[in-house]
């Protein structure tokens, strides 16, 4: 059984930096397609950033990244520990919502990158953490 569970979030400032972890246990980290979400109230869930990686030999990390958060969001995967991250850097109040991490099960080239963005493309949540960017 695959369970994710997200930390780091916070009350934070504007214009500060915060790193949100996901720890997935039970997922297949031979290969890996996962992303991170957001819900604000009254707001419906949005994709912010995903990744695909993983396979044998030479291989890097494809990312992708929502219009809204490019160049301010950083997302990776530490296959040694299990632990996906989303960097979130130039904090705006914006930024504020419950952030999800999510996995998905259908994980290969074709079908992930030009899904990454719709929850129906995962099978596994966490329970959500929550960023809140105020002065």
């Known amino acids: 059984e695959v369970q994710l569970v997200e930390s780091g979030g916070g009350l934070l400032q504007p214009g500060g930096s915060l790193r949100l ?10 290969r ?5 979400f957001r819900q604000a109230p009254g707001k419906e869930r949005e994709g912010v950033a995903g990744i695909f990686g ?6 890097y990390d494809v990312t992708r990244y929502a219009d809204s958060v490019k160049g301010r969001f950083t997302i ?3 296959k040694a520990k299990n632990i996906m991250y989303l960097q979130i850097d ?5 930024d504020t919502a419950m952030y999800y991490c999510a996995a998905a099960v259908r994980c ?18 966490g329970q959500g953490t929550q960023v809140t960017v105020s002065s």
Do not use: V
């Not at 130039?90 to 914006?94: I, M, N, V």
């Open 76 to 78: 990776s995967y530490d």
């Open 54 to 59: 993983g396979g044998g030999g030479n291989y």
């Open 21 to 30: 972890s996901c720890a997935a246990a039970g997922y297949n980290t031979n």
């Open 108 to 125: 290969d080239t074709l079908s992930y990158p030009p899904n990454w963005n719709f929850a129906s493309t995962y099978a596994y949540w």
């Open 90 to 94: 130039s904090l705006k109040p914006e």
């Open 32 to 36: 890996y397609c996962m992303g991170w």
